[in-house]
């Protein structure tokens, strides 16, 4: 079992809670196959055995790249002499009285969940915003930035690495760097789609970065986005068409179920890369506290992560905890500069996906 002690799992199965205060759990307990509900850590069967057939130790991994046709096991889900089914989904809490209790109750809940992290052979991936930077203020470990020099992420990082007193790392990306790691983050987590791998390699390169220099683990800020309200998509809700809720928090809702295929995506390239990621803000504490949040505690006019920014504010100087930040794969240039390597190497944009086809050349 893979996270949560087989204690907490044990009575995360017996009651069906499925934020039982752990960090996640992926594995196989007492002949029961399992993922939690967020798919926090990835899992895998075979894809020729059906549902219905009992798993032989060697057809389920943990990492893909270990059996023949892998599938995804799916997040909430069981395995057992009876089949496979689901057995935790999302609560959904009554919001917070008010909003002091909402923020208090949030600080509370990410900065025990900072403090409780270890920093043995610990480095913390940096941008500059405010989900990374509540690592860095409350984690003695080093900072670690991935981008082309130019880039917003290193400038952003840099610059709140300054105000708070401390140095960031500069990952520099190259042409040459990301025609190498492509192949690579593709065959790992077996995605040659373009923006699966324009969001893996800033991750990628960083982490690599990080093993060479002798950490094994990554702290990272993930899934403060989806939980907090830090997509556009989400607060555009109900006229953005690329949510189908009609409320900021039905669309909040809907981001965080896309986090089990994200967070596989990345926990792949990480370890593929050579280190194991940390993510405080995905502990179960957080996630209860998120979803406890009324929509103007997402998304309030022209800000997302309201109740976030407003509890960071304990920890960060308001110039970092005010911030916006840009998605990776944009803030670090790997996706313009993977475009361009496409367009160089003849794949040009009138072409149908035209940089998806050009990874898939460099893994062939």
């Not at 203020?137 to 708070?164: K, M, N, Q, T, W």
């Not at 502990?283 to 929509?295: C, K, P, Q, S, T």
Request: proline share 6%.
């Amino acid at each position: 079992m893979q996270g949560a002690d087989p204690d907490t799992v044990a009575d995360a199965l017996d009651s069906g809670d499925a934020l039982p205060g752990s960090g996640g759990f992926a594995g196989e307990l007492d002949g029961t196959l399992l993922r939690d509900v967020l798919g926090r850590y990835p899992l895998f069967v075979e894809r020729t055995v059906s549902d219905g057939e009992p798993l032989d130790p060697g057809q389920w991994s943990r990492d893909p790249t270990a059996l023949a046709d892998p599938r995804s096991f799916p997040a909430g889900h069981i395995r057992d002499d009876n089949g496979t089914r689901q057995r935790w989904s999302l609560p959904s809490p009554d919001p917070f009285s008010d909003r002091e209790t909402a923020i208090n109750r949030v600080r509370e809940a990410v900065e025990t969940s900072i403090d409780a992290v270890d920093t043995d052979s610990l480095a913390i991936a940096f941008s500059g915003g405010v989900d990374s930077a509540l690592l860095a203020a409350r984690l003695d470990a080093p900072l670690y930035v991935a981008g082309f020099p130019d880039s917003h992420d290193v400038e952003a990082a840099r610059s709140a690495a300054d105000l708070l007193g401390t140095e960031v790392r500069v990952v520099e990306l190259t042409h040459e760097a990301i025609e190498r790691a492509v192949p690579e983050i593709a065959r790992a987590t077996g995605r040659t789609n373009a923006m699966a791998v324009q969001i893996a390699l800033p991750l990628y390169l960083a982490a690599e970065r990080v093993a060479a220099d002798g950490f094994d683990r990554l702290a990272l800020g993930q899934g403060a986005d989806e939980l907090f309200g830090g997509y556009a998509k989400v607060a555009k809700a109900p006229e953005d068409p690329r949510v189908e809720a009609d409320t900021v928090r039905g669309a909040q809702r809907e981001v965080i179920a896309s986090l089990p295929d994200q967070l596989e995506r990345d926990v792949l390239a990480l370890r593929a890369a050579g280190v194991e990621p940390v993510t405080p803000l995905l502990h179960d504490r957080v996630v209860e506290a998120a979803l406890r949040l009324d929509g103007d505690l997402l998304v309030d006019g022209e800000t997302r992560k309201v109740a976030l920014r407003a509890a960071a504010r304990g920890s960060l100087p308001d110039e970092i905890a005010n911030r916006d930040k840009k998605a990776a794969q944009y803030g670090s240039l790997a996706a313009r500069e993977l475009d361009r390597l496409a367009r160089q190497a003849g794949y040009k944009r009138r072409m149908d996906d035209h940089v998806t086809q050009y990874v898939e050349s460099l893994v062939e």
